[in-house]
């Protein structure tokens, strides 16, 4: 990575750095599903970008694109996530396998501790940024 954009960074604590983060991939997430509706509901007003696996309890998931997707407020606030929903809908978005995987990883990091790292957050920063342009 650049010298340079670490040094833009350089200021920035770890959870400032992992709310700039979460800002681009919302982003990402949302011009991604663009038309396709809440993942949940199928409503097509959706304006979040919703975790299957939340990203508080999930935190190596929380930049993960197969474990995000365009939902609608109702769904990802006022009902949880509607996630009974939201699991029989995600098979078409990331296929069976896409699943399966995305549930292994979850069972892998329920049992280990997880830490962002600065360059981590940094180059997620940088790709999201460059993807939503």
Known sequence: ?????????KTKSIPQLIKIATVYFNKYIRQRD?????????????SDAGHFYSAGHYPNL?????????QCK??????????????????????????AKLDDFADIYKRTSYKHDRFTLIQIIETYKAKTK
């Open 1 to 9: 990575m650049d010298s340079k954009i670490v040094q833009r960074y």
């Open 34 to 46: 663009e038309g396709k509706g809440c993942i949940s509901c199928g409503a097509y007003n959706f």
């Open 62 to 70: 929380r930049f993960n694109e197969d474990n995000v997707h365009g």
């Open 74 to 99: 109702r769904c990802n606030l006022f009902l949880s996530g509607n996630l009974n929903e939201y699991r029989k809908r995600i098979p078409e978005r990331i296929g069976e396998d896409g699943l």
